[in-house]
């Protein structure tokens, strides 16, 4: 690298047992003239090739530094990540760093260290990989029965394994679908297509060991910018509603849908069929928006959004919550698991001055002259799902705005959750970080 030059990063994750170091291995394997660097967190577990093993180097980055005889280098992290990286690359010299994420986390907040952070210097973030167990993708998301249902690191840290696998698919440019062989080819369309609706744009690959093209993983296919699925689908849903006539002209058009609780519903029905996705025509999988400008029983809310049915495979947005009408909850929920959390005041609920001085600072800010910006806005991503039965399950809860409710356990301090739904905790399910080798796909 030439003095200045900034080396580009990709960034891999996947969940434990997907597949991330066959993959790496298949990398350092197939490095042919580049000099790539690769920062995992447990050196034991890569299993590189022995022939490849030039030395164990004495300029050790936090230590663990393995040298191989093909120019790369295989690196465990032992430090901080933002230490190592620098310090990797004042002392090494390489063309590529490849920086594993953890089992539990996902790539997106790994690259932002490389943004943010002074590694910011020395480094260019080239793309974000995904590893998919696509059997495991596709029992916890098509209604199978899959063999672990949470996520657990050799730490003790735990978390949902259908959160995470969402997520990680989210926030990934490139989507490897690793186990192609034990699935069938409509198993295989159905978990293509869901990551297609998760993450529209990202690039997907099929590979049974984990033996993707080098090119390919490598390349510089970031885009900082891309929408998630569900951010897509609420914004072209709001789009579609405003059309020439602004935020007024949508609450317009509502007020001639209203039901007796002043709220209007859209939703895809009125789109074009003819231009129907592929993956909606072939596999049914979908997504529509729920709005409404009226609050929701605290437990009637809980109880809907609890229990979505196994068709909804994601769901994430906006809460107004009857008795604690101040508070912007934001709901999230990805296969068994659901959460809402206080994500602090609408900003109708703060003073007037700093209303105006926002939304004079958001002109084109969803404003309602009598609600402000309170409202319950989801959207919902799944297979074959009923749209009128989930519209009319949280409508059957609506109150008029005022209505006096007990939020009951719902937080109201900002950064605090309710887990409304999570997976059930089998301890013989629960692959830790020591216990699977990961290596075997």
């Known amino acids: 690298m030439n003095a200045g030059e900034t080396i580009p990063v990709t960034v891999l994750g996947g969940s434990l047992g997907a597949g991330k170091t066959t993959l790496l291995n298949h990398l350092l ?13 447990d050196m034991g577990s890569v299993n590189v090739d022995a022939e490849l093993v030039a030395e164990e180097s004495d300029l050790a980055v936090g230590g663990g530094v393995t040298e191989l005889s093909n120019g790369c280098i295989c690196c465990e992290l032992q430090d901080d990540l933002e230490t190592a990286v620098v310090r990797l ?6 063309g590529h760093l490849v ?61 949902p394994l259908s959160d995470l696998l969402v997520e990680q698919v989210e926030s990934a440019d490139l989507v490897v679908l690793n186990k192609r062989d034990l699935v069938s080819d409509a198993e295989l369309g159905a978990v293509r297509d869901a990551v297609e609706a998760l993450r529209p744009g990202a690039t997907a690959v099929e590979t049974d060991h984990g033996d993707v093209d080098v090119d390919l993983l490598l390349s510089d296919c970031h885009d900082p910018d891309a929408p998630v699925g569900w951010r897509a689908a609420l914004e072209g849903e709001t789009a579609h509603d405003d059309g020439d006539e602004g935020d007024r002209g949508r609450d317009e058009r509502a007020d001639a849908d209203r039901d007796d609780y002043g709220h209007g519903h859209t939703h895809h029905d009125d789109h074009d069929h003819d231009e129907t996705p592929h993956a909606e025509a ?45 508070v912007h909850y934001t709901y999230s929920q990805a296969g068994p698991s659901a959460y809402v959390a206080a994500a602090g005041p609408w900003v109708a609920s703060r003073p007037e001055f700093e209303q105006d001085t926002y939304r004079r ?67 013989e399910s629960v692959p830790t970080a020591g216990a699977v080798p990961e290596g075997r796909r």
């Open 29 to 41: 394997t197939n490095a042919g003239d580049r000099d790539i660097a690769v920062l995992v967190n």
């Open 89 to 94: 690359a004042r002392e090494r010299s390489f």
């Open 99 to 159: 920086v594993e994420a953890s089992g539990v986390s996902e790539p997106g907040p790994v690259a932002r260290l490389f943004v943010t952070s002074r590694a910011a210097a020395r480094y260019d973030v080239a793309g974000l990989a995904t590893v998919v167990d696509s059997r495991l993708f596709a029992d916890t998301f098509g209604g199978g029965d899959p063999d672990r249902t949470v996520a657990e690191e050799g730490d003790g840290s735990v978390r």
């Open 282 to 326: 072939t596999y049914g999988v979908t997504s529509f928006v729920y709005r409404r400008r009226a609050p929701l029983d605290p437990d009637g809310a809980a109880a809907v959004l609890g229990d979505l049915p196994d068709s909804v495979v994601r769901a994430k947005g906006s809460l107004w919550v009857a008795g604690a009408e101040d």
């Open 361 to 427: 600072n958001h002109p084109d800010f969803d404003w309602h002259d009598d609600h402000g910006d309170r409202r319950t806005e989801l959207v919902f991503i799944g297979r074959e799902m009923d749209e009128d039965a989930l519209a009319a399950a949280l409508d059957a809860h609506l109150l008029d705005p005022g209505t006096s409710a007990d939020a009951g356990d719902f937080p109201t301090d900002p950064g605090e959750e309710i887990a409304l739904a999570e997976p059930t905790r089998e301890r």
